[in-house]
């Protein structure tokens, strides 16, 4: 009987064995690091719409959820995260508040337009039976600080 030489099989296992194993500690490493660079680089993305709010000295938070209005100085209305003219408003609100109870709207608009516009946008909200409109404001610009 001719036994099979010990090396011969040990060789072959050894072969097997290291194929089946991988290094994950560099994999994990790269994941770590390009975490990392997403939550550095996300909130630098976050920009926001260039609005100028006019000042008042009282500033109040809005107290109850409703949906948020920006209007910028070439008079585009931004809502949530779509643009539409006031020509689309009226649809676009109606569809938003089909349903719903509570009605109310805050509208950030620049001051630089004019009084009428802002008024036209706020007639047609409440076409749509919005309830409540508020009106964003900036905090007044302290003159004594900045000496």
């Known amino acids: 009987m001719v ?27 790269v994941m770590l690091v390009l975490l990392v660079i997403f939550m550095v680089t996300t909130p630098m993305m976050q920009s926001g719409i260039g609005v100028s709010l006019p000042q008042a000295e009282t500033d109040t938070a809005p107290a109850d959820p409703g949906l948020k209005l920006t209007v910028t100085a070439d ?13 689309l408003l009226e649809n676009r609100l109606r569809s938003y508040y089909q349903g719903k109870a509570k009605k109310i709207v ?33 905090p007044v610009e302290d003159k004594t600080k900045i000496k």
Not at 115 to 133: F, H, P, Q, R, W
Request: hydrophobic share 40%; net charge negative.
């Open 3 to 29: 036994l099979p030489k010990l090396s011969s099989i040990r060789s072959k296992r050894d072969i097997g064995t290291s194929l089946a194993e991988i290094n994950v500690t560099p994999f994990v490493d």
């Open 75 to 87: 008079k585009f209305i931004h809502v949530e995260d779509s643009i539409i003219s006031i020509n």
């Open 106 to 138: 805050y509208l950030n608009a620049d001051e630089s337009l004019p009084y009428g516009y802002i008024v036209s946008i706020m007639d047609i909200a409440k076409k749509c039976g919005v309830e409540t409109v508020g009106l964003g404001t900036a």
